[in-house]
Structure formats: C-alpha cells, structure tokens
C-alpha cells in the first residue's frame, strides 16, 4: 500500500471515529473535540458561546410500538431537519440514542438560546413519515452558555445535561438555559443534601400521620404517614423538597427505610383494623427491589401487611410500567393495599386503573378545592366517583377543608376523606391523644412509643 493509500484510510478511519453510523452526523467525540478547540480559541478573547443538548420526549415506546426500524428512520429525519435549520457555524451531533448536541459559537446570550430552542423544537414537532403512518413527537432542551456556565467542555455538557434534565422534569416540549438561578438551587440542593444525609444516620427525620375518615361516621379508617424533618441551619424542609432531593440524588431508599421503619412501629399501638397509608416515591418505582426491600422492613417491623397501604401516582408508574407492574404484584402478593394517589392531576388514564390492580383512588385535593364552587369541578368528580364504584375501587378524597366539601362529598357517595377539616398530620403522640379523644382508644391506655 502506497504513503498516499495509507493516509487515506487513517483519514477514514479517524472520520468514522467521530461520526454516528446511522445519521451521518458528528458523535459525541466530534463535539466535544469541536467544543474543546472552540475553548482554546475563545481563551484569548473570551466571547461567549452555547452548547445544547436535546432528547425526544417519550421516544422509548417508538421502538416498542413501531420496531427498530422506524425507530432508526425517525433519528435520521431528525438529524435531517437539525442539520437543514441550525445557524451556519453550527455543529450537531448524536450524542447517544434519542439524544442530539450542538456548538453554536454565534448565540452569545439567554435570549437567543431560548429563541432558537423554539424554532428547533417547532421544527421537531413536525410529523414524522414512517410509510403507513405519521407519528408527533415533541422535544426537550437544555443549553449552557460559556464561559458562566462552564469553562470547558466537560462543564459545560454538564451544566447543559443539568438544564436538559430541568427541561425533563418541567414536562415536554421545554426549553431551559443553565442559569445563575439554577446555579443557587443547585447549590442549596447540596446543603440541603448534606443536612439531610447527616439528619437521616443520626435519626432526625419524623413521619406525622394525618388521619382518613369514613365519610359517614367522620371516623378514622387509617392515617397517611407524612416524612417530616427541621434542621437545625435550615429550619423546616417541607418533603416536596426534600423527597424529590433524595430521589435524584440517589438516597431515597434511606430515607424510605427510616420513615417506613418509624410508621410501621407507631401504626402497631392503633387499634385493630386501623391501616397505615405510606407513600411510595417515584424513584422506588423503577427500581425491581423495591417490593422485597419494603416487605423485609416491614417484616422486622412485625406489622401485619394487610394493615399497609402503598401510596403511588401515575407519573411514577409511567417511567417503566412494566417494572411498576411487577412491584405491584409483588406488593399484592404480600397483601399490601396499593392506592392511586392525586388522581386526576398529571398523566391520568382511565387505561391505567383498569391495567394496574389498585384497591383505591385518592382524589386530589385540586378537585376537593373547587367542588362547591364550579359545576365541572363537581361533574368530574361525580364521574370519577361512578368510575370508581364500577370498578370496585374504593374513593378517598384528599385535602377536605370544609364542612361543605365533606358533606358533598359524602352525598355523592365518597366513601372516605381526609385534609385539615378533619386533622392535620400530628406527631405519633398526638395520633394517640386523637384516637384517645374519640373514644377509639380506651382512656388512659398507655403506649410506649417506639421513640
Ligand atoms: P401527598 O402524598 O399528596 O400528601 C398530601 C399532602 O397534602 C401533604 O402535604 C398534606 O399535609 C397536605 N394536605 C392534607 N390535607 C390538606 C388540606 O386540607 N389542605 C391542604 N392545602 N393540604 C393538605 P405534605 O406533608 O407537605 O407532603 C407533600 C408531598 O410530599 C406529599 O403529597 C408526597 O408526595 C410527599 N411526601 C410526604 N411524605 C412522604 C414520604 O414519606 N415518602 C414519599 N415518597 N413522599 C412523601
Ligand atoms: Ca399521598
Ligand atoms: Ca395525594
């Protein structure tokens, strides 16, 4: 082989090394390497520029529904339509699966990320041509703006991916730009973390319990177990903050371990009969362990598990169904009641409740609010109430503020409620002195509380 031949085919060989086979376009390497140089050039004269990650909302079931194929020629219209609208000087690549990147060395600024986000994302919106069919598809975006958001390469993928993920959990179709405001949450996230990795060895995180009454009698059935925790830099963390840090920074099963462990121990000093309603967390439900792990926590907790109900929303079931399938079955096995918890919010399917075997719907406090002032609110609650008792389900409806609402409720045939009109989550103790004053536990009995 002459000099000229050899060099050709390293030339090739270092090409395909940097290009993604089933597109055309650049691969991770070829950004990177590109984002790289364009650091060294702007070291001298530090102009800003952008970097961009995008994902396809919902691609995964393509593959699923379609086949492979279509999977594939959908990526390559994709690159398509990328390559023919991104501003000259642009490079795009494929990054991996479902997931594009760009250098964009002429968008200096927020404004003009987001407003070219837009055009991609109307562009991608687009239906896709797959022969027989069309198919819709929408897509989040993440951009990262240098040198604020990094000052090389890795950084600055990192602080994209971080906005792309922003986008992500905001719902489809969103564009973010990596922000000094993301930056500070990003920050408290982790002093937040810390004080809570540090409250959860040292035993400081508590569980409160709101009680479930039966609409009729307004006598308690159950309580709702409620993560609660003070620290003492921060002061009071409410869990919609602190359990979705715990999930995306990896330590929900800690966290779960400590306040399941906790509930079961209180919930065993309530009368006969009386269940304990846990909520399980969305990270939980994409993890195949999560059954066994919760079943052997409350093993040693020596809890009856018919006494146990798991709390579970439908946008946690949606990220693997078939995995949230199998811990519902094993959770079932083990006569644990699965409930549906803020019914009507998010993702809702009628589909949902008759595929997954749940014993109750909990509906959501969004529809309690408004049930005596708009007629809708109260026609689709009647509707879900109908639903319900077609299906054997039994119907609790959550966040009851008003006399009004629950004796509403109790006309339309809810079977159970629960919200501040009846109580607000209390301390394990003050559960006692509760079901005390009811009458539901003798006077005077004494319980040792487990701590
Ligand atoms: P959720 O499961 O929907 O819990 C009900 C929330 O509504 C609780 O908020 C409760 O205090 C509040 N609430 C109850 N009745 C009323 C009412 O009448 N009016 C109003 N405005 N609010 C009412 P909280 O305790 O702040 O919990 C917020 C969310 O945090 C929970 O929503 C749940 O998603 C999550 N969470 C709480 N504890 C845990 C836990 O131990 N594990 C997991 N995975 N998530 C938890
Ligand atoms: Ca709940
Ligand atoms: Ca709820």
Known sequence: MDLNAQNADAHRDERSRFTDSLTGLGNRWRLTDKIARLVDERAQDPAPFTVGIMNIDGFKPIN????????????????????NCLPAGATCARLEGDE?????????????????????????????????????????FGFSIYPFAGEDNNTLM??????????KRRGRNQITVYSEEIAE???RGTLIEQALRRAINSDEVEVHFQPIVNLSTKMPVGFEALARWTDRELGFVPPDI????????????????VLLRKASKVAQTWPEGMFLSFNLSSAQLVDPTTASSIIAILGK???????????????????????????????????????LDDFGTGQSSLGRLRDFAFDKVK????????????????????????????????????????????????????????????GRPINAKD?????????????????????
């Open 242 to 257: 602190f359990i979705p840090l715990a999930e995306e920074r990896g330590f929900i099963d800690q966290l779960t371990e």
């Open 431 to 451: 559960t006692c002195a509760y079901l005390e004053s009811l009458g539901v536990l003798p006077r005077g009995t004494t319980i040792a509380f487990p701590y």
């Open 158 to 167: 990192e602080s994209a991916d971080t906005a792309l993920y922003r986008s």
């Open 185 to 187: 949450q990003i920050k």
């Open 301 to 339: 907790a020596g809890i009856d598990t018919r006494a146990v109900e798991m709390e579970i929303t439908e946008t946690a079931i949606m990220s693997d169904p078939e995995i949230a399938n199998k811990i519902m079955n094993e959770l079932r096995d083990a006569r644990i009641g699965i409930s």
């Open 100 to 140: 594009f990147g760009f250098l964009l060395p002429l968008v200096f600024d927020q404004d003009s990320a987001t407003k070219l986000g837009k055009v991609l994302a109307e562009v991608l919106s687009a239906p896709y041509d797959l022969g027989e069919r069309n198919v819709r598809l929408s897509s989040s």
């Open 363 to 422: 509906i959501d406090r969004a529809f309690v609010n408004e049930i005596t002032t708009d007629k809708p609110t109260e026609h689709i609650v009647k509707a879900i109430l109908a639903m319900c008792q077609g299906l054997d389900l039994a119907a609790v409806a959550e966040g009851i503020e008003t006399e009004e609402q629950a004796e509403m409720l109790n006309d339309m045939g809810c079977g159970y409620g629960q919200g501040y009109f009846f």
């Open 64 to 83: 699923d529904l379609f086949g492979h194929a279509a999977g594939d020629e959908i990526l390559c219209q994709i690159a398509h339509r990328l390559k």
